[in-house]
């Protein structure tokens, strides 16, 4: 919701994307409070594959990625502030659980308002 200095009201945002904004001197940590943290941090940057790969190539993405070496590469310039210096598996069942959770409570919510998403949401 936008007021007249067409600021945002209330956001949700990456706390990884808000500390880089912060480092970047985009947004000034005064000028905002934390009303939500999630339970654990959302995986950043996840990079996924089709389901229906041969076993030989889903293994072969799934290993290159997990040897990759960061060192010297603009992901570890990106996220190595941020204590990241390798690509990890994860699982969508656990690891989106509470993104589910909030996507359905905002469903619902819009359900009992009548209202409709925002325009490109």
Known sequence: MANK????????VA??????????????????KTIYKSEKPYPP??????YNLTPELRDGIRETFLK??????????????EGKDKFVPVNYKDD??????????????????GSTPAKGT
Do not use: C, H
Not at 15 to 32: G, T, W
Not at 45 to 50: E, H, L
């Open 5 to 12: 200095e067409k600021q945002v009201e209330v956001v949700a």
């Open 15 to 32: 706390s990884d994307i808000l500390a880089r904004m912060i480092e970047n001197k985009q947004v000034d940590p005064a000028s905002f």
């Open 45 to 50: 940057a996840t990079i996924g594959y089709v």
């Open 68 to 81: 990759f070496e960061w060192k010297g590469t603009g992901l570890e310039k990106q996220f190595g502030p």
């Open 96 to 113: 989106w659980a509470s993104t589910r959770r909030i996507d359905q409570v905002i469903a619902e919510s819009r359900k009992s308002s």
